[in-house]
Nanobody, 119 residues
Framework: QVRLVESGGDLVQPGGSLRLSCVAS????????IAWFRQAPGKEREEVAC????????SYGNSVKGRFTIARDNDKNTSYLQMNSLTPEDTAVYYC????????????WGQGTQVTVAS
């Protein structure tokens, strides 16, 4: 059974940093693209970062470019999202997702972890 479990969400002050983790089971990350999404109340789900299964290709949403970094450790079947210079606009539930390389939609999703940025 495929399962993605996020962790690391917390309450942080503006300007702070946070590192999210996503541990995958039931799949091998070698064959999947991994992405991080977020969704705030009243807003649409937004893709913030993606790491292709090449282990080298990354992309970021404009709202987080230069502040967030996605990484993956295939040996640990884990993806990470390092978030720096956080602002209240980053407050959301953050999800990791996986899609088999070549697919256009993310088939597997975690249940999310809450990130709150406030003073």
């Amino acid at each position: 059974q495929v399962r993605l479990v996020e962790s690391g969400g917390d309450l942080v002050q503006p300007g702070g940093s946070l590192r999210l983790s996503c541990v995958a089971s039931g799949l091998t990350l070698d064959y999947f693209d991994i992405a991080w999404f977020r969704q705030a109340p009243g807003k649409e789900r937004e893709e913030v970062a993606c790491f292709s299964n090449s282990g080298r290709d990354t992309s970021y949403g404009n709202s987080v470019k230069g502040r967030f970094t996605i990484a993956r450790d295939n040996d640990k079947n884990t993806s990470y999202l390092q978030m720096n210079s956080l602002t209240p606009e980053d407050t959301a539930v953050y999800y990791c997702a996986a899609r088999h390389y070549g697919d256009t939609t993310y088939q597997f999703w975690g249940q999310g972890t809450q990130v709150t940025v406030a003073s």
